[in-house]
């Protein structure tokens, strides 16, 4: 093994797989940038109803988030960002990522609060490692329970609720409750959503992994 390519390279390639996992996830479950809580001119106190929210004349007939959402503990993420696609597989707080991302394929593991990357069959163990969740579903309702559905068009053949979270849209299935996909406002990204409960346990690679 060249030690001084190995050294060089790997935190390089590290921060780079984190910065497209953080890019593509940070619109949907990273925190928000907050307002200001005194209402300008142009803001709508709490007490003056708009065209978008009904009055108490005014009933919504349609659900809000926390009414339809359903989660699992496991699950697999599809994600498409500019610089290439990924899938993160999810189970029971552990994940597996396997990224493409300019040619180059990676993969990360993160088991509890070790993690394991390995590029170009060579792996390695970063330290300080986060104990971070990668995503937290549980914000979704914390912060956007209250958010009302919008009609949306089917999505594969699936009927779907759309909400408007943060700053993207979430698209859940009217039957199940699960979410199929979210998509960036600005459209730099987009992340499917499948295989819920369906994960086998992630297992850490069964290769010699040096600490860096």
Partial sequence: MNSRRSYTDRPRRRQFLQLAVVGTIGGFAGCLDGSDDEPTDDEPTDDEP?????????????????????????????????LGSGTITVYDGDTYTAWTINGVEMEAYRIGTDEYIV??????????????????????I???????????????????????????????????????????????????????????????PDMDCVEQ
Avoid at 67 to 79: F, I, P, R, T
Avoid at 124 to 140: A, K, N, V
């Fill in 119 to 140: 590029v170009d069959e060579e792996c390695f163990i970063p330290t300080g490692s986060s104990d971070e969740d990668i995503f937290e579903p549980e914000r979704l």
């Fill in 50 to 82: 708009t065209d978008d929210e009904p009055t108490d004349d005014e009933p919504t007939s349609e659900p809000e988030l926390r009414d339809v959402l359903n989660w699992e503990s496991s699950y697999v993420m599809e994600l498409a960002v500019p």
């Fill in 142 to 204: 914390d912060e956007f329970g209250s958010v009302t559905a919008t009609k949306a068009e089917p999505i594969d053949g699936q009927d779907v609720y759309r909400f408007e979270v943060d700053d993207g849209y979430l698209y859940v299935r009217t039957d199940s409750g699960y979410p199929i996909r979210f998509e960036s406002k600005d459209a730099s990204g987009a992340t499917d959503f499948h295989s819920w409960g369906e994960p086998d346990p992630i297992s850490p």
